[in-house]
């Protein structure tokens, strides 16, 4: 998946989402849902307060898409085939071989850490593992 078409996906969900409401306010001022459904008495339609209802609804759905863009462009992904030395885990980027972690950290927002797996420890510290117990 791309970033463009998350980024298209993301946004067709908040405007249905923020959508959703504005059609349930209009129809129930259409339709007098409250009356019809629960036989409460009829009330005349308000397009006044319907307005204004659908003037926060468009508020917070700007202000949510807003938020939504910002944070996307902030966001770096890693697409595509990436070539890597079987041995010495480098990148082929053009014509140079760097380092995974240079290339990751040129790439992403990823910081690295150092570690060690259990095979590792056994292999390189097993000795001294095995002299502990």
């Given at each position: 998946?791309?970033?463009h078409?998350?980024?298209?996906?993301?946004?067709?969900?908040?405007?249905?989402?923020?959508?959703?409401?504005?059609?349930?306010?209009?129809?129930?001022?259409?339709?007098?849902?409250?009356?019809?459904?629960?036989?409460?008495?009829?009330?005349?339609?308000?397009?006044?307060?319907?307005?204004?209802?659908?003037?926060?609804?468009?508020?917070?759905?700007?202000?949510?898409?807003?938020?939504?863009?910002?944070?996307?462009?902030?966001?770096?992904?890693?697409?595509?085939?990436?070539?890597?030395?079987?041995?010495?885990?480098?990148?082929?980027?053009?014509?140079?071989?760097?380092?995974?972690?240079?290339?990751?950290?040129?790439?992403?927002?990823?910081?690295?850490?150092?570690?060690?797996?259990?095979?590792?420890?056994?292999?390189?510290?097993?000795l001294?593992?095995?002299?502990?117990?």
């Amino acid at each position: 998946m791309t970033k463009h078409f998350i980024t298209h996906k993301l946004f067709f969900y908040q405007v249905v989402a923020h959508g959703l409401p504005l059609f349930l306010i209009v129809g129930d001022e259409i339709f007098d849902v409250p009356h019809r459904v629960f036989n409460a008495p009829a009330t005349p339609i308000n397009w006044h307060e319907t307005f204004i209802e659908g003037v926060y609804v468009l508020v917070l759905a700007s202000f949510s898409l807003y938020l939504s863009q910002r944070l996307l462009k902030r966001i770096k992904y890693l697409e595509g085939f990436l070539t890597i030395c079987a041995f010495c885990k480098k990148i082929h980027v053009g014509e140079d071989w760097i380092p995974i972690e240079n290339y990751i950290h040129a790439h992403s927002a990823a910081e690295f850490s150092h570690g060690f797996c259990p095979a590792c420890v056994e292999k390189h510290y097993g000795l001294f593992t095995k002299r502990n117990q």
